[in-house]
């Protein structure tokens, strides 16, 4: 439902509010008996391994505690990575608990009732970075000195834990006098002892803005009894420090002879949004059969390039969700290993890595598959599966799987050649053959069918009385780029088109054979002269069913470069076609990586030169 807004509608926020386990009583040393349901209990005891029917946990029992925590801040990192894999530029916040005092100390967060009573570690999503705004409801009386303390308290704790995201307070506007609320805004939005801030204040509720007060202390003078007021009150108390007619002080002009909200209050700039320098990955971790892997645990580790990132963390420890959802944040650009350990099992590392852009959520799904299989089917671009689209030109590899080599040479193309066919049978158990590009002893070029169903699916070679089979995933988009070399990296199987500034059109490759590593590598890109522009055009599979142009991105050199087209090449079956215009900053940068990310999958990374 969250992420059918953030698609369907032009949304600058998304706040989570009650993201947590009902309040319940119980004590720090009782526990509370919250998320007992046969669901919830049956995963914690196959996550901990205890036998089939053995009774539920205590109430008090550490992992269960904790079981349940994770569980809520799964859920607010799966919602957090895939809006903002939609809209990079939306801000996600929640409301926060709050209860009675502050912590006094970092372990002694662990004993606020956040934490143990309704498992919100929002202290942890802080630090991780899966929200944009923590908004904790500090909802104390300011006419209360015991009050005020706790509000003081969380209002620090809260500054001083808001890591590499923001923080607005949340103030009880119908507990306090409008002098009261005066008075928290003006702290709220004051630097702390340490030097840290809010972005801003929120007010809770607009429906009710004040409360009476008995002999207010904080009444002008004070002492007086100060009644409920109507919103207008509570407005021109923000913003002119008194009361609609100007009779009543709101609050101490002398101290304060800038009204709190004198001016409108700007929309807070959040770097990691406007100038981001770190990336994102999510997928779902699977098994064979599709099925997803509950509570397996996800290492992300950053492949060593040479480089030292500036920022952004190279490795971290997750685990999947009920639904084998991972996800990891705020990760140095570069190309990542993500294993996956599911409970009681070796890890198990995919041949493909993920791919991390600055400024984007990458997705990368795992099948866990140990299978010996007898033929392999990968994209014939990036040469990665076992994700692979319809439409997409697909190579598998196996022993013997052709007595010899034949190609085809009719359109179109044919589902036989000599004795060998190759056929899906996907996740709606419908079988197809499979047109042929060629076929030989030890690979298959076929054309994944386009009415291939979503889903878990099965590949089998047949030749003669011999049959080869392996399984593969079926997915709306798997980009691929075929290179040069024909084994998904280094310089890409492309052109570069100049057109000149009269007009006239000039190509050239953009590889060249080098005897010497006997492998094709990059060759120096002209950009010719001012006026002149050059597109870089790649050939590729498995992007035609993309849900818009807008949903393609790509970076040469860490720019971003407009995507002029992305769809199917029109000349041949299975093949796609981009068209990336070549910004004149790349002058004179050498070899670059050309980052390519469709529907938020990135394809194989390739390498350019430019002169």
């Not at 209990?41 to 992992?63: C, E, K, T, Y």
């Not at 006419?143 to 706790?150: M, N």
Request: hydrophobic share 45%.
């Amino acid at each position: 439902m969250l992420l059918h807004l953030v698609r369907n509608y032009d949304l600058d926020g998304l706040h989570l509010d009650r993201i947590r386990y009902p309040d319940i009583a119980g004590t720090l040393a009782s526990g509370v008996s919250s998320g007992y349901n046969e669901t919830n209990v049956a995963r914690f005891q196959q996550r901990h391994g205890l036998p089939i029917g053995a009774g539920p946990p205590a109430a008090n029992d550490p992992r269960w505690s904790q079981w349940r925590r994770d569980q809520v801040t799964s859920f607010v990192r799966r919602v957090y990575l895939n809006a903002i894999a939609i809209r990079p530029r939306l801000r996600v916040s929640a409301a926060l608990i709050a209860y009675g005092g502050g912590p006094a100390s970092e372990a002694d967060w662990n004993n606020a009732e956040a934490y143990w009573r309704v498992f919100q570690d929002w202290r942890a999503w802080t630090e991780e970075g899966i929200l944009d705004f923590a908004i904790p409801m500090d909802y104390k009386r300011d006419h209360v000195a015991a009050q005020l303390a706790q509000f003081d308290f969380w209002m620090n704790w809260t500054k001083n834990h808001a890591y590499s995201r923001a923080v607005m307070m949340g103030t009880a506007a119908y507990l306090n006098s409008i002098e009261g609320t005066l008075r928290q805004t003006r702290r709220s939005l004051a630097a702390n002892a340490q030097g840290n801030r809010a972005e801003g204040v929120v007010f809770f509720s607009h429906a009710v803005t004040n409360e009476a007060v008995t002999a207010n202390p904080l009444s002008f003078p004070a002492g007086r009894d100060t009644p409920r007021r109507v919103f207008a009150e509570f407005a021109a108390g923000l913003t002119t420090g008194k009361s609609v007619d100007g009779a009543t002080v709101y609050e101490d002009l002398a101290a304060n002879p800038m009204p709190v909200f004198a001016e409108r209050a700007a929309s807070p700039v959040l770097p990691w949004k406007t100038n981001p320098t770190v990336g994102h990955v999510m997928g779902i971790a699977r098994r064979r059969d599709g099925g997803a892997i509950d509570s397996a645990e996800v290492k992300i580790v950053r492949v060593e390039d040479g480089t030292t990132p500036a920022n952004g963390r190279v490795s971290l420890t997750t685990a999947t969700d009920g639904n084998g959802f991972y996800g990891g944040v705020d990760l140095a650009p570069g190309r990542y290993r993500v294993s996956v350990q599911a409970v009681g099992e070796p890890a198990f590392t995919p041949v493909c890595v993920a791919t991390v852009i600055a400024g984007q959520v990458s997705a990368f799904d795992v099948i866990v598959d140990r299978a010996m299989q007898s033929a392999i089917s990968v994209s014939a671009g990036s040469y990665c599966g076992p994700q692979l689209a319809p439409g997409s030109i697909i190579a598998a590899f196996g022993t013997g799987l052709a007595a010899d080599l034949q190609i085809a040479t009719t359109t179109p193309l044919p589902t036989m050649l000599g004795a060998t066919s190759v056929k899906l049978r996907d996740s709606a158990n419908v079988e197809r053959l499979s047109p042929l590009f060629f076929v030989s002893p030890g690979q298959i070029n076929y054309l994944l069918p386009e009415q291939a169903a979503p889903g878990p699916a099965t590949v089998t070679v047949l030749n003669g009385g011999n049959q080869f089979s392996g399984p593969i995933q079926v997915v709306r988009v798997a980009p691929a780029i075929f290179t040069a070399n024909a084994d998904g990296s280094g310089a890409p199987a492309a052109i570069a088109l100049r057109v000149l500034a009269g007009g006239t059109q000039m190509t050239e490759p953009v590889a060249q054979f080098n005897p010497m590593s006997n492998r094709f590598v990059p060759r120096p890109i002209d950009l010719g002269a001012e006026g002149d522009q050059t597109f870089l055009i790649l050939f590729a599979t498995g992007l035609r069913e993309r849900s818009s142009l807008a949903g393609v991105a790509a970076r040469i050199g860490g720019l971003p470069v407009e995507v002029a087209y992305a769809g199917p090449q029109g000349g041949l079956v299975g093949l796609d076609q981009l068209n990336l215009p070549l910004p004149r900053a790349l002058a004179g940068r050498g070899e670059v990586e050309v980052v390519l990310l469709v529907d938020n999958y990135p394809a194989n990374v390739v390498r350019i030169n430019v002169k």
